[in-house]
């Protein structure tokens, strides 16, 4: 079998690392070659990584090599320009979340991915979690009733605080490479299990403000709410916060299922107490994001589940009304009219 040959736009990302590391130990790919402007990080790619190619721009890496797909850890705002580029070369795209800075942006990946129809992925770090799976499995089962809410809750100390790179965190305080600050940064996960689970909402409320940190310029925590015709969707953010930092809840008609990430509890008409249950393994074609778009690629399957560019653009609307929302301080209806 011929190799699915890699390129990499972008290491400003710090999921770059991670991410990276299932590409290079699956034996159906190669990572041929590395684009970015910077040469402390084309360095640690090269020795880390040993590609045969370093370039200065997604451009020329894709000109001269021509990769089968391109994984693209850039800036949130850079995304639609690389996946519009890559398409138009007829080269598959992987794009690290939220999948844009506006709506705007995250509807022209879509429409340049079915123009010239290649695929398309938003990799969320927690679709790859076999305790999150399994609440979702729960919920999209049926097995608590009709879903009338979901709260996902993201948080830590702030992305200087637990260590990543000024590559990285410099960017994240940037409003027009980023979006918004802790919202665009961590309310996305709710928005996309919103997405995924209730669909586009109705209307979007939120607040967003630096309460903590006097050293950046963008909200260091956020809520939006999206209210829906037979429920909502509560997604919270902080950079300012030890501890407890994440979790998801869904709840049913019949009953409830909770996941930090780690273990999964659920309740319900029989069970009243939540009880923990046992996550099962991921199929192997489910544990990574490399695993994932790979055999995606290789079997023409579909993109599904949190990943999928629809529902994470649906998700990107969800944050776009709500930072309208904390700008407005009034309740957005959806569709909304993207920023530019």
Not at 71 to 78: C, G, K, P
Not at 192 to 221: Q, W
Not at 243 to 254: T, V
């Amino acid at each position: 079998m011929t190799k699915i040959r890699i390129g990499v736009a972008g290491l400003i990302h710090d999921h770059i690392w991670h991410v990276a590391s299932g590409f290079l130990t699956d034996p159906r790919c190669e990572v041929v070659a590395v684009a970015d402007i910077n040469p402390s990080l084309q360095k640690k790619a090269l020795q880390d990584w040993s590609v045969s190619h370093i370039f200065d721009s997604y451009e020329e890496m894709m000109d001269k090599i021509s990769p089968d797909a391109v994984l693209v850890y850039t800036d949130n705002a850079s995304a639609a320009d690389i996946v519009e580029y890559a398409a138009e070369r007829g080269i598959h795209a992987l794009v690290e979340k939220p999948m844009a800075a506006t709506l705007e942006q995250a509807d022209r990946m879509l429409i340049a991915a079915k123009k010239h129809g290649i695929t398309l992925m938003v990799n969320w770090p927690t679709a790859w979690s076999r305790a999150h799976q399994a609440a979702l499995e729960i919920a999209k089962r049926g097995d608590i009733g009709d879903i009338y809410k979901v709260r996902y809750r993201a948080a830590h100390q702030g992305p200087k605080e637990i260590g990543c790179s000024p590559f990285f965190y410099e960017w994240l305080y940037d409003k027009k490479r980023n979006g918004a600050g802790a919202l665009m940064d961590y309310c996305c996960y709710g928005a996309d299990y919103a997405a995924y689970l209730m669909g586009r909402p109705n209307a979007v409320v939120s607040v967003a403000g630096r309460f903590i940190k006097d050293y950046i310029t963008v909200d260091d925590n956020a809520v939006i709410v999206a209210k829906y015709p037979h429920g909502l969707a509560i997604c919270e953010a902080s950079w300012t916060q030890y501890g407890f930092g994440y979790e998801l809840m869904i709840n049913g008609s019949a009953g409830s299922v909770r996941s930090d990430g780690k273990r999964v509890y659920i309740a319900d008409e029989r069970q009243k107490e939540e009880c923990e249950i046992s996550a099962p393994e991921l199929p192997i074609e489910r544990s990574s994001a490399a695993a994932y778009f790979l055999t995606c690629l290789i079997e023409h399957r579909p993109i599904e589940g949190l990943c999928n560019a629809v529902v994470s653009r649906n998700a990107q609307e969800i944050l776009e009304a709500g930072i309208l929302s904390a700008e407005s301080g009034t309740a957005i209806s959806l569709p909304v009219v993207s920023r530019r």
